[in-house]
């Protein structure tokens, strides 16, 4: 037909699949970075942590202060 070459969806899905692979590979060490920036992260401990600190002072605060830090090690940052 016309002098085309062909080649089967399979063959074409195939090779897509192993690029996306490759780029999934390649880009795995990224996936260790944050999806947010840091001041959208942990909205709950982060408002219960400031309102904590507003009114008591930072020093009666440390159990607020350590729950928002193990949030946000948990969303990828490093604090």
């Known amino acids: 037909m016309g002098g085309l070459p062909t080649q089967n969806s399979s063959t074409l899905a195939l090779s897509g699949l192993q690029q996306t692979q490759e780029s999934a590979k390649t880009t795995s060490g990224a ?4 999806k947010k920036k840091i001041c959208c992260a ?11 600190i507003v009114e ?5 605060c440390s159990k ?9 090690r948990a969303e990828g940052f490093n604090v």
């Open 31 to 34: 996936e260790s970075k944050p």
């Open 42 to 52: 942990c909205p709950e401990t982060k408002k219960l942590r400031d309102e904590c």
């Open 56 to 60: 008591h002072g930072e020093e009666a």
């Open 64 to 72: 607020w202060i350590e729950a928002h830090r193990v949030c946000l």
